[in-house]
């Protein structure tokens, strides 16, 4: 974990330096190349997916959707950091094969349910959850601009306003479920819609929080592992979130 510490530090430096010479599209390809160059993207279709899904269609207006940080995007939420997608997008990716059911719990702006969507294809379900409808509305929209808007239309992608701390009952279970925002402790109904063979990543903790990687075996037990130390906004009810506790 150190080494891939010391390889998101450089990229994030390098970022600094250098991301800011070309036009929209060719930022987010070399966004994604140096994620790979750095070895935070490792897998082809991660890289794929990334490069088809235009991170600038989800970040708002006053930002530069291609610099390596969280940003705010309203409500007293955050669309996650580059290297953050990519690496749950790398640590998800046998999960998310065609046909597969994600869940994207958190789903903010929409951008990583439209990269799982791209990844399970049209005869797969990419669901996301966000307690803010604003958020869900606005969300859609950016959908709407990017490569994954014909999953959009054919319904196999879809995004619902909710609690996501319950996960999504109607489309369970999931084959991959990534969280958003840093929970006190894993929500036991995200694990009861886990899919045996199924994985999930999702940020536990309060000030101190690891990325979490849980996979349920064939027989329903479940394995827990700490990927890497993170910083999440937390997960909590729409009424804690909008006062900022």
């Not at 951008?111 to 669901?127: D, H, K, N, W």
């Not at 009952?169 to 036991?188: D, L, M, R, T, W």
Request: charged share 20%.
């Amino acid at each position: 974990m150190e080494v891939f510490r010391r390889s998101v530090n450089r990229f994030i430096r390098f970022t600094r330096r250098h991301l800011w010479t070309s036009g929209g599209v060719d930022k987010n390809k070399l966004l994604v190349h140096n994620l790979q160059k750095y070895g935070v993207i490792k897998s082809k279709k991660v890289a794929e997916v990334m490069e088809a899904i235009d991170r600038g269609l989800f970040v708002p207006p006053g930002n530069d959707p291609y610099f390596d940080s969280p940003m705010p995007i309203g409500y007293n939420a955050t669309i996650s950091a580059p290297h953050m997608h990519a690496t749950c997008l790398e640590l998800l990716q046998e999960h998310l094969q065609p046909g597969m059911h994600a869940l994207d719990v958190g789903s903010g702006t929409g951008y990583l349910t439209a990269c799982f969507a791209m990844m399970v294809g049209p005869e797969g379900r990419a669901v996301g959850v966000e307690h803010i409808p604003e958020l869900r509305d606005s969300s859609i929209d950016n959908i709407k601009r990017s490569a994954a808007a014909s999953l959009l239309e054919q319904g196999s992608l879809s995004v619902h306003v909710g609690d996501g701390r319950q996960g999504w009952q109607q489309f369970a279970p999931y084959n991959a479920i990534h969280v958003g925002a840093a929970a006190s402790e894993i929500p036991p109904s995200l694990i009861e819609q886990l899919k045996p063979g199924g994985r999930m990543v999702i940020p536990v903790g309060n000030f101190f929080q690891d990325l979490q990687v849980v996979d349920k075996q064939l027989d329903g037990s479940v394995n827990v592992r700490s990927e890497t130390s993170v910083r999440y906004v937390p997960l909590t009810s729409r009424a804690a979130q909008l006062r900022g506790s």
